[in-house]
């Protein structure tokens, strides 16, 4: 009986609470400029949720060229904890992240531009740089900073992670932690560290079985195909982007290795005998021939294009497989596929190689988590002795398991000490 009525005194509470907040923020919502709210929390939420449209210049150092809708949720906990603002890379999770769990944060979760709902009518690509993108979220913080005082942290997983490397180094005051996931830096289109990555990572045992799998298929290419014309007939699945589906089926075979180690891991599960249909359901278990359709790259257009200008990203080593190869001759095919109606401009790396060195000299008070399995790692930040950050490396882990839920348990008294030490903000480990 005591404890229902000690829950029924909490949810009373935090009722009460919800209610004084939302007059309060609503009329704090109601005076940013360029800002529109819905609610969209539910009775009996333990905390407040609101849809949010913000208007930006679609360049902001000339906003004459016009403006586009940027989309983000808020979840508000209270104006004295402290704010998270999720710099996604691609369009708005719909999951809430670790840290406002483990902070028990406000956390403004924003929409990257021209993705998702934050398109304009017609994308202008030369606006889709990183000077942009992070020149978003500063105005994002500069808003909302009249809401909410208290200290603020960064987060994003992936690119978004690299994203919020970006944030940090050309608005470092903007926040008091950075919290970065599996966070890649190329070094350039074709970043070569991760062919060392896949002839090292796992045993021998697992390389080879691999390697096998794609020699396999390569030799087996067009009865391969012949079985994927009927898979891609059903999905709705086109190949004009590269011209053939036999061209983007090579490209996943080369894939494979990437996609099975940033996602997967398990080595057991690799086929081995005789059977095309294990070794096909393999590849699209693991890389897909659907991320090389038009649909599949159309879904990335906007990430493919940073990637061939300034953010940079991989290639496949094609020297093993020459022999077996019917597309490509020659240098190693890059993985990136910009959209061929956008007007792309050389890749400049020159950013990066500014940012790698800001990070080495003066990246302070960021927190980098990776996985041990991940390949993504390869491109990973090191982090040098002069600065107070730190990386944690968690055992095993691919791209999607590389949290502090699945860390180690002495790994995250560790993080958990850190955190405190870089920003006097205590985390809850409970709440994961």
């Known amino acids: 009986m005591k404890i229902v009525l000690s829950a029924l005194l909490c949810l009373s509470f935090f009722h009460v609470m919800a209610q004084s907040d939302e007059a309060a923020l609503e009329r704090g919502l109601y005076n940013l400029p360029n800002v ?10 333990r905390y407040l949720k609101y849809e949010l449209v913000i208007r930006q210049p679609l360049d902001h150092w000339h906003p004459e060229k016009g403006y586009f809708y940027q989309h983000a949720t808020l979840l508000h906990k209270g104006f004295s904890r402290p704010t998270v603002i999720e710099t996604q ?8 992240n670790e840290v406002e769990k ?29 000077e942009q993108a ?4 500063h105005a994002i913080n500069q808003l909302f900073r009249n809401i909410y ?63 096998q799998l794609q020699v396999f298929l390569l030799q087996h290419e067009k009865e391969a195909v012949e079985k994927l014309k009927w898979y891609s007939k059903g999905a709705h699945l086109h190949y004009s982007y590269t011209g053939d589906i036999g061209k983007s089926f090579e490209y996943a075979v080369l894939e494979f290795p990437f996609a099975f180690w940033q996602n997967y891991g398990y080595c057991d599960s690799i086929p081995t005998g005789t059977s095309l249909e294990e070794y096909i359901d393999a590849l699209l278990k693991i890389s897909d021939i659907a991320g090389f359709s038009d649909e599949g790259l159309k879904e990335f257009e906007a990430h493919y294009y940073q990637a061939a200008t300034q953010s940079g990203y991989y290639g496949y080593n094609i020297a093993p497989f020459k022999k077996y190869l019917h597309y490509f001759t020659g240098e190693n095919p890059l993985a990136s596929f910009p959209p061929k109606s956008a007007p792309v401009k050389p890749f400049d790396p020159t950013l990066n190689a500014k940012v790698a060195q800001w990070l080495s000299d003066s990246g302070n008070n960021i927190i980098y988590i990776y996985g041990g399995i991940d390949a993504w790692t390869a491109a990973g930040i090191i982090v040098s ?14 791209h999607g398991r590389a949290r502090v ?28």
């Open 89 to 96: 890379g691609y369009w708005l999770a719909d999951h809430r």
């Open 405 to 432: 839920r699945n860390m180690p348990p002495a790994m995250q008294q560790e993080y958990k000490a850190k955190v405190a030490a870089l920003s006097g903000l205590d985390i809850n480990l409970s709440e994961l």
């Open 36 to 45: 529109t709210f819905k609610k969209v929390s539910a009775p009996g939420d």
């Open 102 to 130: 483990m902070l028990d944060a406000n956390d403004l979760n924003v929409e990257y531009r021209f993705y998702g709902k934050s398109v304009p009518d017609s994308v202008p690509w030369d606006d889709l740089t990183i």
């Open 149 to 211: 005082t208290g200290k603020w942290v960064s987060t994003g997983v992936s690119k978004g992670g690299e994203s919020t490397l970006y944030y940090k180094y050309f608005y470092p005051q903007d926040v008091d932690l950075s919290l970065p996931y599996v966070a890649p830096l190329d070094n350039s289109l074709e970043d070569k560290r991760l062919y060392h990555f896949f002839d090292t990572i796992g045993t021998a045992g697992c390389r080879n079985k691999i390697f």
């Open 385 to 398: 002795p002069t600065v107070n950050s730190k990386r944690f490396l968690v055992p095993g882990a691919t």
């Open 134 to 137: 992070t020149a978003d979220w």
